[in-house]
């Protein structure tokens, strides 16, 4: 049974008005807020890793700089991200240990290697492709802070697929060992990408709490099947096979339908026995731990100038 402050609120919520840090919110609220906002963000400073595996190993200059810009704006995104969840009470260190400890989530799909060249495309066209399907709904999410990060993001996140599409397309077009790349990517990318969007929606313990609140607008299993729609085609045209023999248009619906995917992989990456769950965040704790001084010599350069401020 709501309580009157309750339900003014969800009648707010009904009206499309969005909701400000300073308002009146349900408790339970901010609370699935923090969580997804602090794991949208702990995946995107996670999300740099894989790609920065490959910043050496450029086969161009113009590649490297490409990818050395998208590293940077993920790297942005996360700041904006871990800005939107302080607006809930937050801190940023708190958010960092709990990600360092294990107890945080972030994208099940940044615990896989990437293996070759080709993985830069196939992330930039699969990985980044399905967090646009992602984020575009969120850009009209309730809580005003968090739909204004997305509209940014989304803008720099086409220019991270496009440029992951470029990758794809010149291998393809290049030499057979090059195509032969860009296949054993897909074929390693392309069930993961798909696991980004959560648990099959009988399974998602959040989603209808989530809707209610106009926090997720569409349910895991209808973005899904639009980011299987958007890239079978993209596939076609690069000339590549999608690793799924179940994988058929169904002109009654007007949708792909596509083979099983194994949840318990998912699941297995969830409780942090992927490939790469222990060495990312161990990475990610040893930077952490190797900026302090730079934290401490920021906030005492900070107390300095209020001192001589006389604040
Ligand atoms: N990886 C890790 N955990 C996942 C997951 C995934 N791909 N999908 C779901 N989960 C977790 C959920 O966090 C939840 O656990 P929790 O309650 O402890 O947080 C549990 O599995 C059940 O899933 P639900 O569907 O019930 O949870 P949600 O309603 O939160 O839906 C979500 C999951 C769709 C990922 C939603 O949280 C969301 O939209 N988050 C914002 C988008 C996001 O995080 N995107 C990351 C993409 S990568 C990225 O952005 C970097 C890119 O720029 C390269």
Not at 7 to 34: C, H, N, S
Not at 78 to 91: D, K, R
Not at 277 to 289: H, M, T
Request: proline content about 5%; some cysteine.
């Amino acid at each position: 049974e709501m309580g009157a402050d309750e339900r003014v609120f969800q009648e707010r919520i009904e009206r499309g008005v969005k909701i400000e840090p300073k308002d009146w919110m349900p408790e339970a609220y901010r609370k699935t807020l923090v969580r997804q906002i602090s794991q949208h963000a702990h995946s995107e400073i996670v999300g740099q890793l894989p790609e920065g595996n490959w910043v050496t190993r450029a086969p161009t200059l113009q590649r490297k700089a490409i990818l050395l810009a998208k590293i940077q704006d993920e790297a942005g995104h996360g700041l904006y991200l871990y800005s939107a969840a302080e607006t809930l009470g937050v801190s940023r260190d708190q958010l960092l240990s709990e990600l360092h400890s294990g107890k945080a989530k972030y994208s099940s799909i940044f615990n896989y290697p990437s293996l070759s060249w080709a993985d830069m495309g196939a992330i930039g066209w699969l990985v980044d492709g399905s967090a646009i399907i992602n984020q575009i709904p969120l850009c009209r999410c309730s809580y005003g802070p968090y739909a204004r990060a997305m509209i940014r993001v989304c803008k720099e996140e086409s220019f991270h697929a496009r440029q992951g599409y470029d990758i794809m397309l010149a291998l393809c077009n290049g030499t057979p060992q090059q195509k032969q790349m860009a296949q054993d990517a897909l074929n390693r990318w392309w069930w993961p990408a798909l696991m980004m969007f959560g648990p099959p929606d009988g399974e998602s313990v959040n989603s209808a709490q989530s809707a209610q609140w106009r926090i997720k607008l569409f349910s895991n299993d209808e973005l899904r099947q639009k980011m299987v729609d958007q890239s079978v085609p993209q596939a076609e045209y690069l000339g590549l096979t999608v690793p799924d023999a179940k994988l058929k248009w169904n002109a009654e619906t007007q949708h792909y339908d596509f083979g099983e995917i194994d949840w318990s992989e998912f699941n297995n990456i969830l409780q942090g026995n992927g490939p790469c769950n222990r060495d990312r965040l161990s990475v990610r704790a040893k930077a952490y731990e190797e900026g302090a001084w730079f934290r401490d010599a920021l906030a005492a350069y900070a107390d300095k100038q209020d001192r001589a401020s006389g604040q």
